[in-house]
């Protein structure tokens, strides 16, 4: 016979196992190697172009990497760090980087790396990846300033404009 103070230990730890379970990935939600390793790539060129990316996303994007299948001598590290370990992600991320050959050095000339992140962005939004609006901001307000507005610049920022305002009115922008 079961006594009551066991019955209900067994019945917490089954509650602990089950609230677990239900944070774990379902299968369809796991990443393949090849959207882990994009995943990664994204993130070196947000930091190498000055992008602020918190220790907490370094790690995640590490933990996502491992259970996705990337092998690199140091990406158990990054992925197993602890909360008062977070000061060493950026560290470890670099090496994971290295380790897969996917460190990025954004082009040494100023005018040069504005051009790189810009045409970043717009790949980005070209691929879904970003929304186009909240990319045409980021190349509105991060680049085409220090470029002193380029005319090569001028359909993307004057899209900007058609986006934020349809997206105000409530209405999608416009696919022509």
């Given at each position: 016979?079961?006594?009551d103070g066991r019955r209900n230990s067994m019945a917490a730890a089954s509650a602990d196992v ?9 299968r369809e939600d796991l990443m393949t190697p090849d959207d882990a390793l994009d995943q990664l ?136």
């Open positions: 016979m079961i006594s089950r609230a677990f379970s239900s944070r774990l990935p379902e790539r994204h993130i070196a060129r947000e930091r190498a172009f000055g992008r602020h990316v918190g220790s907490d996303r370094l790690i995640q994007a590490g933990v996502g990497a491992l259970i996705a299948g990337v092998e690199s001598p140091s990406l158990a590290m990054l992925a197993g760090l602890l909360r008062s370990e977070e000061p060493e992600a950026p560290i470890l991320f670099d090496q994971v980087l290295e380790e897969l050959g996917l460190l990025f050095q954004p082009p040494a000339d100023p005018e040069a790396a504005k051009w790189a992140m810009a045409y970043w962005i717009a790949g980005r939004i070209a691929d879904g990846s970003l929304d186009p609006a909240a990319g045409t901001h980021l190349i509105w307000a991060d680049i085409a300033f220090d470029l002193d507005y380029p005319e090569e610049l001028e359909p993307l920022v004057a899209a900007r404009t058609t986006w934020t305002v349809g997206r105000r009115a409530g209405a999608s922008p416009s696919k022509n």
